[in-house]
């Protein structure tokens, strides 16, 4: 479970609740912030409005992707680099060939499928083109994910307009009832609220997760292939960590040498 997400999604919650239980008490949960027409307008709008931008598959892929911006992605670039550094050990001391074998016990679809790519003798051109061809149609699955929330972000704020001008109208036609102008305009601006919140509290969180979750995935597999690429070179392994550590930011690059330095004591 990815706690940032979780607690910056239930406290988020929680300040709106406080905000509004200590202006105007529990009661105001239900007696002025909770209103069905309000919520039809707004989140089923906005629910459709994204449906009608996606295709259907796409669409109910994007709506389950909610769950990934919760769950805690093991993505740890030492463990990365750690293993194609044991691969290039392998390479130089018994050959290509006997990638093979080592090739059986990796759990990276990616980088067994690269591994396999090399013991086969594959041109190192071609075996750049295929995983990279592999890494770009990796990220446009990514980013459709991603352009799914984005565009509920975009039109949960709009709906909830279209729902405040359908109360305004509303409003407007009933002037001669003075006492109706503060009920009606109240809940002409509960759709603005509840649109606000799609966009703020939930639809740009979980699409600014999916996109940091996405650039760390594909920063790993462009590691794995140079990686790749420079055991099929035969370059020397401890060139090539010093190569995968420059993906790395300095804390990161600190904290794999600080693994390393203990595991040699």
Known sequence: MDIASLLGT???????????????????????FLDGPSVIITIGGSVFGTLAAHKLPDFIT?????????????????????NIINLSNIARK???????EAANGIEDEFLKKGVMLVVDGTDPELVRGILETDLTCIEDRHKKVIGFWDKWAELG????????????????????????????????????LYGSLIAN???????????????????????????????????????IEEKLKSFLSPAARESLNGDKGGGEE
């Open 94 to 100: 018994e050959g290509l060939l006997a990638l093979e």
């Open 157 to 192: 704020p709009a709906w909830g307009m279209i729902g405040t001008l359908i109360g305004l109208v509303n409003m407007l036609k009933q002037l001669n009832d003075p006492s109706s102008i503060g009920p009606q305009m109240a809940v002409a601006l509960l759709t603005t």
């Open 10 to 32: 239930l406290l988020g919650f929680a300040m709106v609740i406080f905000g509004i239980i200590s202006s105007g008490g529990v009661s105001a949960i239900y007696d002025s």
């Open 62 to 82: 994007g709506f389950k992707s909610i769950t990934l911006a919760f769950k805690q992605k093991e993505m740890d670039p030492g463990v990365v680099i750690s």
């Open 201 to 239: 509290w939930l639809c740009n969180p979980i699409s600014s997760k999916l996109s940091v979750n996405n650039a760390e995935e594909i920063m790993m597999k462009e590691v794995t292939v140079e990686g790749l690429l420079s055991i099929q070179a035969g370059e020397n392994p401890r060139v």
